[in-house]
């Protein structure tokens, strides 16, 4: 059976042309204006409240509009972006040593692989600058250092120091201050905040996002909501894996119910494998728990250099190690990028010498940071990330080195949008990691509290009153045939989970779906392994459809209900996420085809086939997907094999 079909090429049409650097302050220019007396009559809709949606909705209030925020979760604060923790990429060179913007745009092209457009990531760059002073400004305890400066450390990807942090938390110290510049303008009544609501539908009139219908998770109750524009700021779709570093509320059903709708979906298999989790522990676990890429910093990571070595790594004599990373990649030691961390943890874990009850692990090791610097600077700089550590695995990381491995963390991939942050459908923006816009095929680490901020404090506020000036647009409301027929489609989608009535949870479904998904569409991919998946994720798909169990009904606080919807959302995605990776037959970034390497393990891209973003439009279940293909250029960085070494 087919599984896709290649539709008309896609292109961005928005950013303007001229040398890069320019071409932000061109657009901000060109872009038209809403009178301060006009915003107040213009309502905007954002549904998210993380760093990006948070950012977003207090900026837009503070300029004049009306905004209407959702969130599922009982407090804006708790968004999974609090859950960040090693630090914020800027271009401030503090260090003096050597960065710049164009340095940041560089390393941000080439830690993606060349899979990523080069107008979106130099405005990344730019605008980085100025995020670091609007949050002092707001308060952000950046770490200092004796003399009152901010501190900055390195991060994977960089030989730089650009990563500016607040020890190990810096993403819930962000998210404060978004927070608390989102409650400014609640209490002025700018921003009508809800709480413990999701989003099930997107509302189209005459080609046009102009709404959505959600549910109030405590009472049932279904309402439809209209605006005269829509920013989805919902986050990735990493939990397809079921066990993965997200919070076990991240969903994509927002982003999916746009997918269907209209929005095309770009990129959907470049997911990305964090290199320092702690270890799968049992089959018990429902979530796994991420330990800051920072602390590759101080610690050395290693694995004994002989194959089942048991011993408490301790005993274990310095030339009896194997310090992979520093032996592979000299240049960049154990700061090498994400995705070639995590290939070569499981490349050595392969080879039999990996360490731990699973002998899925390898040791972070900082004996050697702790006698040169002291156990307290350690303390000062990740003391709460040790602390963690010890609480889950019951070890002491200053005495005992601690033991990692890979798993899925964020996702590159999301709905396609154009230099203005606009996706396929009008009217519908789409902002922080549910788009696909900067990443590539590989995000460096820090640069998603970076692309977050940016999007909503700086780029939306611009770029989304350039399209509300285009209006006025017709006034619409929940009786709208458009509004109605949206509503009804939840109603019956709800009814119909609940009618299957079968002998399985819910659970136990997710987890298969995660266990075929990180099989053969993880961290290695294969032809066969893909093609093996999609009959395992169809055949799964309709057992769920035909045996899923949801106790209760949709009158009132439902959990259960709840997982169904976006478990039923996950299988679709699931179906478009091996299709992406098997038409891609390259290997880039996070994106490892089996098939695709060079003679020494990495990487091997196909820049003349594949140098593109796969945009996938929705068709009906059953039909074949359709592609579109938006060609990549680069003018400023050129497509080199990528080199860590």
């Not at 998210?175 to 409650?183: I, M, S, T």
């Not at 694995?303 to 070595?309: E, L, Q, R, S, T």
């Not at 093609?531 to 009158?555: C, S």
């Not at 478990?567 to 091996?578: G, I, N």
Request: with cysteine; proline share 4%.
């Amino acid at each position: 059976m087919e599984l896709f079909t290649e539709g008309e090429p896609i292109a961005d049409t928005k950013a303007p042309d001229g040398p890069v650097e320019k071409r932000w302050e061109t657009r901000r220019f060109e872009a038209k204006l809403v009178n301060p007396a006009n915003r107040r009559k213009l309502t905007v809709i954002v549904v998210g409240t993380g760093l990006a949606g948070g950012s977003a909705a207090a900026t837009l209030a503070e300029q004049g509009y009306r905004v209407r925020s959702y969130c599922y979760q009982d407090s804006p604060r708790r968004a999974h972006s609090i859950a960040a923790q090693g630090g914020i990429n800027a271009a401030k060179n503090y260090r003096n040593d050597g960065d710049s913007v164009h340095r940041l745009f560089y390393d941000t092209v080439k830690g993606g692989d060349f899979r990523s457009r080069e107008s979106n990531v130099h405005r990344l760059a730019e605008v980085s600058v100025n995020i670091i002073d609007q949050c002092v400004a707001q308060g952000v305890p950046f770490a200092r250092e004796y003399g009152g400066l901010l501190d900055t450390r390195s991060f994977g990807g960089a030989q730089v120091q650009r990563t500016f942090y607040a020890r190990g938390q810096t993403g819930q110290q962000l998210l404060l201050g978004a927070y608390q510049a989102l409650e400014r303008q609640i209490g002025l009544g700018n921003v009508e905040m809800h709480t413990r609501h999701e989003m099930l539908e997107l509302v189209v009139v005459d080609g046009r996002a102009r709404g959505i219908v959600v549910r109030d998770m405590v009472t049932g109750e279904i309402s439809t909501e209209m605006a005269d524009a829509v920013v989805l700021a919902s986050g990735g779709y990493g939990n397809v894996f079921y066990l993965s570093t997200n919070a076990k509320g991240c969903n994509v059903t927002a982003s999916w119910r746009a997918h269907r709708k209209g929005a095309y979906f770009a990129n959907p298999c470049y997911t990305q494998i964090h290199p320092t989790c702690i270890p799968v522990s049992g089959d018990h676990q429902s979530k796994l728990t991420l330990m800051s890429e920072s602390l590759r910093n101080d610690g050395r990571v290693w694995v004994p250099k002989a194959k089942g070595d048991d011993r408490d790594p301790r005993q274990i004599p310095e030339d009896e190690r194997d310090y992979y990373l520093e032996r592979i990649y000299p240049s960049f030691g154990n700061l090498v990028p994400r995705d070639i961390a995590s290939r070569a943890a499981k490349n050595v874990c392969d080879e039999g010498r990996g360490v731990g009850p699973t002998k899925l692990g390898v040791y972070l090791d900082f004996a050697d940071a702790i006698e040169r610097l002291g156990r307290r600077a350690i303390e000062a700089k990740y003391g709460n990330l040790f602390e963690m550590y010890e609480r889950i695995t019951g070890e002491d990381p200053y005495q005992v080195p601690m033991r990692i491995y890979p798993a899925v963390h964020y996702t590159m991939g999301g709905l396609w949008v154009d230099y203005d942050l606009q996706s396929t459908i009008p009217g519908l923006f789409v902002i922080g990691e549910a788009n696909f816009s900067d990443h590539g095929a590989n995000r460096l680490g820090a640069s998603a509290l970076m692309q977050g901020l940016a999007d909503g404090y700086f780029v939306l506020p611009t770029t989304i009153a350039h399209y509300l000036a285009s209006g006025p647009l017709d006034k619409v409301d929940a009786s709208h045939p458009a509004a109605v027929q949206a509503r009804r489609e939840v109603e019956d989608r709800i009814a119909r989970l609940l009618a299957v009535n079968g002998d399985r949870t819910v659970d136990s479904f997710h987890r298969e779906l995660g266990q075929i998904m990180w099989e053969h569409c993880g961290m290695e991919r294969s032809e066969a392994g893909l093609r093996k998946a999609i009959d395992e994720i169809r055949a799964l798909r309709e057992q769920f459809w035909q045996r899923v169990r949801v106790p209760g009904d949709g009158e009132g606080l439902n959990q259960s209900l709840e997982k169904a919807g976006r478990v039923a959302d996950f299988f679709e995605l699931a179906e478009l996420m091996c299709i992406d990776a098997l038409h891609r037959e390259e290997s880039c970034g996070g994106h490892f085809r089996a098939e695709h390497q060079t003679p020494d393990g990495e990487a091997q891209r196909d820049d003349d086939r594949f140098a593109y973003v796969a945009a996938w439009e929705f068709t009906a279940t059953g039909e074949p997907a359709v592609l579109h293909k938006e060609d990549l250029k680069f003018e400023y960085v050129h497509p080199t094999q990528r080199s860590y070494k």
